[in-house]
């Protein structure tokens, strides 16, 4: 397990890349935005994330403080999701 250190405090996940969380422990789920946690909002809010689902890289977003993380593009390797990642 990784940490990546952020303002907002502490992401844990399988690995980090360029400041990227990949696969993240607990990333931000399905939530009411009004309901939805400000410290999980600042840790989270336009700060991509790679999932990895078999050979897929799913890159997610959670934008502002919306009800889900957003897909944002997969890719078939990290470097490629990384560039996705990079112009969100």
Same mark, same amino acid.
């Given at each position: ?26 990333? *931000?789920? +399905? $939530? ?6 400000? =410290?999980?909002?600042?840790?989270? /809010? ?22 889900? *993380?957003? +897909? $944002? ?6 470097? =490629?999701?990384?560039?996705?990642? /990079?112009?969100?």
């Amino acid at each position: 397990m990784r940490k990546l250190q952020t303002d907002a405090g502490v992401i844990y996940c399988r690995d980090v890349v360029n400041g990227v969380a990949v696969d993240p422990l607990n990333p *931000p789920g +399905w $939530c009411d935005p009004i309901r939805r946690p400000a =410290d999980e909002i600042a840790l989270w /809010r336009n700060r991509p994330y790679i999932v990895t689902d078999g050979d897929l890289f799913i890159v997610m977003c959670l934008y502002q403080a919306s009800d889900e *993380p957003r +897909w $944002c593009g997969q890719a078939g390797s990290v470097p =490629d999701a990384l560039k996705i990642a /990079r112009f969100i």
